[in-house]
């Protein structure tokens, strides 16, 4: 029996026309999956966020039905007062959390509490990324998101002089209870469109959310643009704040009735007042929501 000796010249390793092949094919792979997964994630993250508002909004229900239908004050409801001696830090500053903190649980917060539902998944991304550069930053106080959720103040809402903003109970709606927030997810930075104009001029600190008529010398809170909102453009304002210019991005409301849905905060409509952003039109409850005068106390 004769053995063949191995020719090592006959070994053939790839050549670098097939090297590059190799590499452009999965350079394309990786092209075509990393956007799906990020789309799968992002939808994903949708998904939490709209079912976190659904549990806030049975919280709300099993509330009023338990109080005859009367809304608590959104400045108070959740946490008792403004509690932290930062009140721009407290939607990150665990330590006047109700969760840590029980003596800061405000009327709401036991049918709240052990929900796990208080942060969209989404805002914890822009939360690490942006935390820090909030308006009035302590940054004594580490960024541990608390809650990306707010109370449209519209419902049980007082001003400064204490003074019912808009109504107290639920049997006053005059508008549909399929057209009113009850929650929304609240930008926490400031928002102005291409031309310059502001559609927010409040951030995220309480859970208390008042979007203004036009007519208002604020336009003050927005709802949050965390979804869809790939390519969102940030602009650092002397070193302290941040403010969105970019018009993209939706934000998830739970409304009166029960549904959520999103919206574009960049919505709006022209009235003889002036603009009205959708945050606005989605919030103001009562039948003069386009008024010339500001329908509501200041």
Not at 92 to 103: F, G, I, L
Not at 114 to 120: E, F, I, R, T, V
Not at 224 to 240: F, P, R, S
Request: a negative charge.
């Amino acid at each position: 029996m004769s053995v063949r000796n191995w020719d090592k010249s006959q070994e053939r390793g790839f050549t670098l026309i097939e090297l590059l092949v190799v590499i452009a094919i999965i350079a394309l792979l990786m092209a075509m999956i990393v956007p799906a997964i990020r789309k799968a994630k992002a939808h994903a993250q949708t998904v939490v966020c709209k079912t976190n508002l659904k549990q806030y909004s049975l919280a709300m229900t099993t509330y009023l039905n338990d109080n005859d239908g009367i809304y608590p004050d959104s400045k108070q409801a959740i946490y008792k007062t403004k509690h932290t001696s930062h009140l721009p830090c407290q939607w990150h500053d665990a330590e006047v959390s109700p969760e840590n903190n029980p003596d800061n649980a405000g009327p709401l917060w036991p049918y709240l509490t052990n929900m796990g539902a208080h942060l969209c998944p989404s805002f914890k991304g822009f939360a690490k990324r942006y935390g820090e550069a909030h308006i009035n930053h302590n940054a004594s106080i580490p960024i541990e998101p608390q809650y990306s959720y707010s109370q449209n103040h519209y419902l049980g809402g007082h001003n400064s002089a204490g003074e019912v903003v808009a109504i107290l109970k639920e049997s006053e709606l005059s508008r549909p209870a399929a057209s009113v927030a009850m929650f929304v997810e609240e930008s926490m930075w400031f928002m102005q469109n291409d031309n310059g104009q502001v559609v927010a001029s409040h951030v995220l600190n309480d859970t208390t959310f008042w979007t203004r008529h036009p007519g208002d010398q604020y336009y003050g809170d927005s709802v949050a643009t965390y979804h869809k909102n790939l390519n969102v453009e940030m602009q650092l304002i002397a070193g302290t704040y941040i403010t969105q210019t970019k018009e993209s991005g939706t934000g998830n409301v739970a409304f009166c009735d029960g549904h959520v849905e999103m919206i574009e905060p960049y919505e709006f409509q022209e009235g003889s007042a002036g603009r009205f952003y959708k945050s606005y039109l989605v919030a103001y409850p009562e039948r003069d929501i386009m008024a010339n005068e500001v329908p509501y106390k200041r």
